[in-house]
């Protein structure tokens, strides 16, 4: 009997497009029940940073399980906690001379971008969210209401509301010409809309298609959202933690947000964790126990999260991302030049790199030959017309050659048979 066939939720999604029982992994690989070994150049969507069973968390998880650590510990203070709070406030913040406090919440990106909308709202007595096309923040209602996939809202059964939505910097209708227009109907009167809570976007774009934000839009939408009292809110939770070859992928931008929401890498092995950063004199604005969440405390995630951080005491985790990336960027510019009629494009930042097929039953065809071939990759973006290629950060030189030598091969094969 096929167990998962006959009783788990039609729901499933992942396991239509793998359809194998994976049992082990390995760094970048993983392997199935019949043996198969795949390079994983999808990595959890992001939350294995570092890796299937990264051996530094998991011997530190299993030292603490034998020790009898506390597991779950909803908000209290545990030592794993602290040991989490003083590694981040010492590697990642203080360096960067950034100033936030780091607030706790339910163990999923969904439950921070939550969080993030309710603060935002409290501190400016306001309702309205700007959020940007092809947008992605989560699943429950109000990230949902912020996130721009028809497919997903169609699902929510209710209006999603108090969200405006507005072109990405690299969509049509986008670019700095356009905030301008935007900053135009707030600060008419009669331009018929109300004023802005929160402006929340990602700088890189992941289920949308990897589109990525320059410096300079980024700049002039912080400044409009001070300019109007609203809250700036970037969304972290797959782009971050190192993904970008910067902790943060604004970083290079001269950019200070109000609220930066992460999970899936914060957690470091891939046990659930949420975190936002919340600027001081916002947070000052909750109440105790006004957010909560049954798992916020979660050790394990704190003590693999802290051996996480490790690797951000120098530069040679992000040196690494920034040259493989190049490597990625480098082959799939070679494969898109490979094909010029098909009009292939390329982009990404750092180890999130990206093939833009322009085809949607296409990009889904190369990704059941990756598959079929030992490799797993994702395709997203409208219609799913996008390769996206977000392997652990930790993924040796062999195997990211090894996959991308199988994008590569299967892409010729189904240009062939199309």
Known sequence: MDWFETYESDIRAYSRAYPSVFVKGDNARQIDEEGKVYIDFYAGAGVLNFGHNNPRMTKAMVDYLHDGGVIHSLDMMTPPKRD????????ILKPRKMDYKLQFMGPTGTNAVEAALKLARKVTGRELVVAFTQGFHGMTLGALACTANRYFRDAAGVSLENVFRWPFETHPGGGEASLKTLKALFDNASGGIGMPAAFVVEVVQAEGGVNVASAEWMQSLQAMAKDLGALLIIDEIQAGCGRTGRYFSF???DIEPDIVTLAKGIGGIGTPMAMNLVKPEHDCHWQPGEHTGTFRGQNLSFIAGREALRYFEDESLLEAAREKGEVMRSELQQIADAYPDQEFSVRGKGMMQALDIGDGQLAKKIAKDCYENGMLLGPCGVGGEVLKLIPPLTIPKEDLN??????????????KAA
């Not at 989490?84 to 590697?91: D, G, L, R, S």
């Not at 090894?402 to 240009?415: A, D, V």
């Open 84 to 91: 989490f709070i003083q590694a981040f406030v010492e590697t």
């Open 251 to 253: 970083e290079d931008m």
């Open 402 to 415: 090894t996959g991308l030598t199988i994008l590569k091969e299967s892409i010729e094969r189904q240009l």
